[in-house]
């Protein structure tokens, strides 16, 4: 009887020490992804913001040169007003583009203050996420 209970208290010790060491490696990758995800973050946004900014064409295109649906050349006139148009619609994506910066500065501004603070934690464990020990 003595040898079954320790037995048990040994199977239950071994089970404590596995957990202890679970719960340290889980700390250790924490504390990894809490160094590591503020510049892993920033990276994907730089990136994605990059891949969303339009392509400015690299080369010009003349309008002469491209026939127009009933097969006729444009008049002078036409190419005017339609070059026009499209200068007339980048100035507005432009200036939506600029009128939008400052409220996307303060949310990067916020986040990165946030990802500040998580850093600021030195590893340390929140009490919600210990396990709590039965009786």
């Known amino acids: 009887m003595a040898n079954q209970i320790r037995s048990l208290g040994s199977e239950e010790e071994d089970e404590v020490e596995k957990l202890e060491a679970d719960v340290n ?5 924490i504390l990894e992804f809490r160094t590591t995800l503020p510049s ?55 200036s939506n ?9 303060e949310r990067m501004k916020r986040c990165i203050s946030r990802f500040e603070s998580l850093e600021s934690c030195n590893g340390s464990i929140h009490p919600s996420f210990k396990r709590k020990r039965k009786g």
């Open 25 to 29: 490696q889980m700390a250790q990758k």
């Open 40 to 94: 892993r973050i920033k990276n994907a946004l730089s990136s994605d913001l990059v891949a969303q900014r339009p392509v400015a064409p690299t080369t010009h295109i003349n309008c002469q040169e491209a026939p127009t649906q009933s097969g006729k050349e444009p008049s002078p006139v036409e190419q005017d007003q339609d070059t026009a148009e499209k200068a007339q619609l980048l100035k507005q994506k432009i």
């Open 97 to 105: 583009n600029f009128s939008t910066m400052p409220v996307l500065i």
